[in-house]
């Protein structure tokens, strides 16, 4: 079967809302009949029996967004419709499995459809039918190429009653199940090579004992075949499933320190990202550690383990690299965004083309009122889709609603103060935002629901007292 003959099975709906959280239009299609209820139209018991009728002999239900947006919706409007009782096919729940890698789908951002015109609830239900088809295609594309993750993708699906339709509709085209240990040790055999050994087999345990929700493992599947790159999963899949975020924080960036463990040893390895990335063998011997280590290496592997840290470096130390060199790890290991906040706006265009020249990466940028607003964009949508991994921002775009709604994009590895003096009002250039940040780090996690993201503080001159607020502060 073709997914153009399989859409002829479904019956394709999509819903208007309005200010008041209340249906005020509705359309569908299924086949060559479609239904519109227009705006301003009252919509009476007539009106749902005709949506209903239209639905009678269809197979599925599909649109996009329905599962959490669209059925609630109709399920308190009319409890007793009859097609609510079909089989859900929800587009966005495919999209990034469909399209895991930057720049996605083409039809999908975030949560929403991508229109060329305003809301029209026919046309959006037949835009959800063409992103169906895609995916279909896309997952037929993925299965001729040999790759197991659809088949993880539907066997995930197929444990949660919810999302039974999902997993009809990709047997439809094709995809096997699996099931019991032939499910555990396909996932376990697939993304061995992409993370921590002593995670993965903790991982498996936890899913025989069903400690974990399905459904995330089927996201977690999809990131882990890029990763490294400069993809990210959309927002929605980290609010609705959080524990996507959780297991791959588990598997990616917790290291096991056990010397056979290929994946630990590469990327929880500063030296191996100093030497591919910087050109360096070893990390400067001076300034040394009381122990007579090097200071610097010290700092590094303190922040690329993601604790949050005050450290002091003369200038001409080899700072910059000190929180540099963890970000590009985060960057590689989670596509964490490292966000970088200085005081210096005039000198942010230079450490950027620095790091870029001299690491040959384009993963850092800048955002400041320096920029023209097509500059800004650029670097914006660049945050978005994954590509900026470390992004200098000075303290005032932390009250900038474009900034905000970027971030917001992006899950957020650590936030780096360079100049960190700057926080301490005994700091000979206290700058009153730079204290206005640190409120925001924290009211952005709670709003977000996430734990508090390291904190890194550099600076190459602090007196005793500024050291003291500075880490009271944080």
Known sequence: MDSQK????CFLFDIEINEKNEIYSLGAVYGDNSFLLEPKRKIGKQQLADFDTLAANADFILGHNILSHDIPHLSKLAPDLSLLQKPLIDTLYLSPLAFPENPYHRLVKDYQIVRDSVNDPVQDAKLAGRIFCEQWEAFKLQIEACSDAPLLYRSFFHQDPQLQGLSSAMNEMGISLLEGDDLFETFSWFIRDKVC??????????VVDGSLSFPSLAYVTAWLTVAGGNSVLPPWVRHHFPEVRLILQQLRETPCNNEDCHYCNKHHNPKYFLKNFFGFDDFRATPATKYGKSLQQEIVQSAAANHSIFATLPTGGGKSLCYLLPALMRYQRRNALSIVISPLQALMKDQVDNFSSQTGTGVAAALSGMLTLPERRVVQEGVRLGDIGILYVSPEQLRNSSFINTVKQREIGAWIFDEAHCLSKWGHDFRPDYLYSIRFIREMAQKEKCSIPPVQCFT?????????EIIDIL
């Open 6 to 9: 399989f859409l002829q099975k």
């Open 197 to 206: 050994g002593k995670a993965l087999q903790y991982l498996i345990d936890q």
């Open 460 to 468: 190459a001159t602090a007196k005793k007292d500024v050291k003291l």
